[in-house]
């Protein structure tokens, strides 16, 4: 499977040992002696990579780069590379959410399956992402009163009894559902409950996702 792998560590020769590798195996590869390196010239996500990362970095450690990455909302897969056997540092790695984690020194085979099945997960996730984030933008192009009129529909509640909440008539309400459906490009109830809950309004009402 084609794409980038991000390499992040401190040891030059290895950097250069894993991307000749890596090359030869038919993978774009870019290199990083730190994790500050990286998050200054964060790659595109767009393109189905993944991220070999040094576990234990001078400076920005490992986990702290893969935390920055998570509150960035980052897809990118990490594979965490380290030189020791330490159980408590692979727990909390995948706890916080790693792909992967291979001791040094790693089979070129391993190593190899391991990127293939962070790359097949960063195309699913990506994809996952872009389709929410879509969600949310049509959302935000609700006005206030017609958000209120999404969130209450959701809630199963009928044009009566939304207009009697909001204090409006039930044409105005009509008015706003069908503007609400229109933004939101859907044809039924049933597909507006459905991509709300796939964003979280669903459970932000109190309704089960």
């Given at each position: ?70 509150e960035l909302r980052s ?135």
């Amino acid at each position: 499977m084609p794409g980038v792998v991000h390499i992040v560590d401190d040891d030059a020769s290895f950097r250069v040992a894993v991307e000749r590798q890596l090359k030869y195996a038919g993978y774009e590869v870019r290199a990083y002696s730190s994790a500050e390196e990286f998050l200054d010239r964060l790659p595109n996500e767009a393109v189905a990579s993944c991220i070999l990362l040094d576990a234990r970095l001078s400076g920005l450690s490992g986990l702290e780069l893969q935390s920055r990455l998570h509150e960035l909302r980052s897809t990118l897969p990490v594979i965490f590379l380290t030189g020791f056997t330490d159980i408590a540092l692979t727990v909390k790695a995948v706890k916080a959410g790693a792909h992967d984690f291979l001791t040094k020194p790693v089979s070129s085979e391993e190593l190899v399956q391991a990127i293939e099945r962070a790359m097949a997960y960063h195309q699913l996730t990506y994809d996952l992402k872009s389709k929410l984030d879509i969600i949310r933008h049509r959302v935000a192009l609700l006005t206030p009163r017609e958000q209120q009129v999404l969130l209450l529909i959701i809630r199963g509640k009928i044009n009566k009894q939304i207009a009697q909440m909001l204090g409006c008539t039930e044409r105005t309400v009509k008015a706003h559902r069908q503007r609400v459906m229109e933004k939101m490009q859907v044809h039924t109830v049933a597909e507006l409950v459905s991509l709300a809950e796939r964003i979280g309004l669903g459970s932000a009402t109190g309704q089960t996702t």
